[in-house]
């Protein structure tokens, strides 16, 4: 193990420790916060009974959905405006100040348009992710140098064969980005939007344990979606380091 | 002099070839090249020399069918160059061109898959290929773990695998220092004589035309014409233990007496740009 790494997990430690001591000492009070522990095996519990296991499926369904479209809508998307700049020089101010609009301010525009429902859940998350996934498409495609292009002509190959060897393994590390960043911003939309509306999902459980002071349940709760979100991201992070940093080493 | 006739068959044949590009928003279309004449004799390696921005690269471009002329035609092996890469031509970029998510072994078999070479003799090739280039032991490696230099010999090695009979090198060794271009100069020389290729080098460095090639010619200032050929009447067989040879300085100085003026014109109109 790495040392950078060892003191990450060591100051992580520290810091839950730390606040396991504050609430055991009830200079943190229970009503506040429970202590990590408690957090812990109040997650172990909500597991084992399997009373949360129809949200849980929820939130992952829906967060599926919106990242699953808003990777596939932000890369046509992307390599769209990439073909067509003069739709781009257009458009390209928009996805500048796109994340200055809040989001959630259209959620009840949402729900008379889709109804009250996953879908504007679902809708929330997908409009999140998806400009981040054109943005980075788009940022990819850029960066393809001119001398792999003027390569790829040597070889005489064609534009098919150019945009599935050359071009979209070259913008790899930039799409992945966006993906990475989708993920990210899936998650939030989707569970965000629980806590407004919703009658299921692990927003909406968590946001319910708040309402009724269950401080026992809320916290497992959130160590739940911090452990998933935490989990993708590092599944995400070990792939592209797997497969895509060897191509930045120097 | 804008006219350069090879001694031997020729080989590819560029005929009063113009280049203008048109102006973008509203500014004047630039003459970059031209017009120039040039005849390659089948297996002999030509340099081209000239002060920055004289349209060497664009000559090469043009050349290698990568952008059409404005005005003149191309002639490679008896057929017309026309927006295409000619079979039988090869290509070397000044830039990194090697493909970074491949392999060394990959990136040198890149073009042979592409032109459906049989499994066994692309293997064939590319280990021949990595063991003249000095790159066996760095075949599963990837582009970004190696120097610069190694990374151009990945280039120089995926063009020579297709065994290309003219061989188009855009200053290669641009980005590397000066002991490590004289090493690559030798390979370069050592991979024409074994494969009998026609090469033509662009370059910014005299020394390096004036030790690599048959015959070196010099372009003008912008739009570049060419202003003089000098044969350099070196052996096949040199390398560049040349460099104690007082030819050497001769041939360079008299590549300069050339270019002096027109770098300094070059110099200006840069300048004068700014």
Known sequence: MKRSTRIRLWVIAGLVGGLEVLCRTEVIGRFTMIPPSEMILGLVRIV????????????????????????????????????????????????????????????????????????????????????????????????????????????RMGRVRTTFLVILPCAMLYIFTGLKLAVAYSFIGVIAAEFILSGEGLGYEISFAYNNFENATMYPLIVLVIGLSALINMVLYAWEKKYLQRQTER | MSTVQAKTTPHAVVTGVTRVFPGAGGRAPVHALGPVDLVLARGEFVSVVGPSGCGKSTLLEILAGLQPPSQGTLVFEDRPVCGQVPDGVGVVFQENAAFPWLTVRENIAFGLRRAGVDGAEVARRVEHALGLMGLADFARSYPAQLSGGMRQRVCIARTLVMQPRLVLLDEPFGALDQQTRLLMGDELLRLWRETGATVLLITHALDEAALLSDRVAVMSARPGRFLDMVETGWPADRDSRLVEDPRLGAISARLWSRLREESLKAMSTGEAAR
């Not at chain 1, 348009?113 to 943005?135: E, K, S, T, Y």
């Open chain 1, 48 to 155: 084992r009974q399997g009373d949360m296991n129809a949200d849980i499926v929820a939130t992952l369904g829906n967060v599926a959905v919106a990242l699953v479209s808003a990777i596939v809508v932000g890369f046509l998307v992307g390599a769209l405006l990439f073909v067509l700049p003069r739709v781009r020089r257009v458009i390209d101010p928009l996805l500048a100040t796109y994340y200055a609009i809040p989001i959630f301010v259209f959620y009840p525009l949402l729900i008379v348009l889709l109804g009250l429902n996953r879908f504007p859940q679902i809708a929330i998350g997908f409009m999140l992710a998806v400009v981040a996934m054109i943005v980075n498409t788009l940022n990819g495609f850029d960066r393809v140098p001119q001398s792999l292009l003027k390569t790829a002509r040597v070889y």
